[in-house]
């Protein structure tokens, strides 16, 4: 008779022994208990970070970018998001080649970026990027500009021009229209009223 509660007494001890190892190794395998909210970054976890940070033309830059940006595409990429895709290309510049950067959105150039080390130029043509108080990708000529004289220069043909935005360092814009001209004539004042504003140019 003694047998038998020294037999139960016995399995007690090793059943709770199991349990005790049991208990033991999930604790050792979960993260949780060990984890340190002082690693981890709260900002990520944001609401207006789950979509990433919107890209916004400024005096200093576009995005994060700016002159002190390296002008390799991995910076390039960082600076402004992942909503695009970056490729690299050359082209001529006032006879000059020179190498770019390129932003792709829906198949479509977003940006350009030159530079010579660091990022120098930036010209931006998507209109979902935002921009500085006063400017509007679609605006007309007029909201800016009274007259071309002083403020604007033939663009890259007769179907633009380039225009300094005022009071800005950094700023320029491009209008574009209709103009039976040759290129590198500047279209009348009353013509270019009508032209709408198609490209932002930030420089260093």
Request: hydrophobic residues 35%; aromatic residues 10%; neutral net charge.
């Amino acid at each position: 008779m003694k047998a038998l509660p020294c037999a139960l007494l016995a399995s007690v001890v090793l059943l709770s022994g199991c349990a005790g190892s049991s208990h033991q190794a999930d604790t050792s395998n979960s993260s949780v208990h060990w984890w340190n909210p002082l690693s981890y970054s709260w900002s990520s976890a944001l609401p207006w970070n789950w979509f990433g940070s919107s890209v916004a033309v400024s005096e200093e830059g576009v995005g994060k970018i700016t002159r002190s940006t390296p002008f390799n595409a991995e910076a390039i990429s960082e600076g402004i998001g992942s909503d695009y895709r970056i490729r690299q290309g050359m082209g001529t510049r006032n006879g000059q080649i020179e190498s770019y950067i390129q932003a792709m959105k829906d198949q479509q150039v977003a940006m350009t970026f030159y530079g010579d080390g660091t990022v120098n130029k930036i010209t931006v043509s998507d209109t979902q990027i935002g921009t500085p108080k006063g400017i509007a990708f679609g605006a007309p000529f007029s909201a800016l500009f009274q007259k071309a004289y002083g403020n604007c220069q033939p663009g890259r043909d007769s179907q633009h021009v380039q225009c300094k935005v005022p009071h800005s360092q950094h700023l320029e814009v491009i209008y574009q229209g209709e103009f039976s001209g040759p290129s590198g004539i500047m279209p009348a004042d009353a013509t270019l009223k009508h032209w709408t504003l198609s490209e932002i140019v930030w420089h260093a």
